[in-house]
């Protein structure tokens, strides 16, 4: 019977903490979201050619709480962007990020999400570990990765006169 009321208060304890983890994930999908953006270029790995890149710092209520790299690339016909956009952690842990491929269609504007090794950013640790496609559908803040991701397409004048020129 011990062992019983033993497993309740762990069951009860981790339903709290659940419930204030939710609380937590709708207070950062409700929060005003903002961004800053800085100009760059890099190499494309495929063909050499140079690429623009847009980057920042992401806000939320104006703290600073994510980063994004943008790579723009033109080199096989087609305009996508590869997004990768790392969201910080508790202070001493590195972030995690999702890498994305987007591309604006006839119809739509699509987002996929796009294995680790294939970022131009895998090697740059500040961004943390990109997380496998697998990974980022299950994690518990995918909502906030895809509201990003919709924040700078949009919004971001760089990525958005790439992608509908």
């Not at 590869?82 to 590195?94: E, F, K, Q, Y």
């Not at 697998?134 to 992608?163: G, M, Q, W």
Request: charged share 20%; hydrophobic share 40%; proline share 4%.
């Amino acid at each position: 019977m011990a062992d019983r009321g033993n497993n309740l208060k762990i069951i009860v304890s981790a339903l709290k903490r659940l419930e204030r983890i939710s609380q937590s994930r709708r207070k950062n999908l409700m929060s005003v979201l903002t961004f800053d953006q800085q100009s760059t270029s890099d190499v494309c790995e495929h063909c050499g050619s140079a690429y623009p890149v847009s980057r920042g710092s992401v806000y939320a209520d104006g703290t600073p709480f994510a980063l994004y790299v943008a790579g723009m690339y033109g080199c096989e016909g087609d305009s996508i962007v590869v997004l990768t956009i790392a969201i910080a952690r508790p202070v001493g842990d590195l972030p995690s990020a999702i890498a994305l491929q987007v591309q604006l269609t006839a119809t739509e504007l699509q987002m996929s999400i796009i294995a680790p090794e294939t970022s131009p950013w895998r090697n740059h640790t500040y961004l943390g570990r990109i997380l496998t496609r697998e990974e980022a559908l299950s994690s518990p803040v995918k909502e906030v990765f895809f509201r990003i991701a919709d924040l700078v397409v949009t919004t971001n004048s760089e990525v958005n006169a790439f992608l509908n020129s």
